[in-house]
Nanobody, 125 residues
């Protein structure tokens, strides 16, 4: 699976962005899909994930209620809708895929089968 993330950009605090992760080479309906982010000088951290079945999602606490992950099996694309953005959400966002993974399993960066190149999200105050 090749993953291509897009949709990043510069937005003011309180604004919204929708990230997309398009998969090619394999259908995503066999894969748990997720998003991680890495801010300058910080370690990469988990953001959100959806199980391979699409039946469950999980989010890191700081984004709960603001971010929403969803998948489109026809388009083989996963989305991360980000609302009420804060300056601390500024980071490079990466999408990931792991075969047959639950949403909870996707929160562990180790063991991922595929990583996409990141897309920059910058939130100004």
């Amino acid at each position: 699976v090749q993953l291509q993330a897009s949709g990043g950009g510069l937005v003011q605090a309180g604004g919204s962005l929708r990230l997309s992760c398009a998969a090619s080479g394999r259908t995503i309906n066999r894969y748990g899909m997720g998003w991680f982010r890495q801010a300058p000088g910080k370690e990469r951290e988990f953001v959100a994930a959806i199980s391979w079945s699409g039946g469950s999602t999980v989010y890191t606490e700081p984004v709960k209620g603001r971010f929403s992950i969803s998948g489109d099996n026809i388009k083989d694309t996963v989305y991360l809708q980000m609302n009420s953005l804060k300056p601390e959400d500024t980071a490079v966002y990466y999408c990931t895929a792991r075969r047959w993974a639950s949403a909870q399993a996707m929160s562990d960066a180790h063991g991922m089968d595929h990583w996409g190149k990141g897309t920059q999200v910058t939130v100004s105050s």
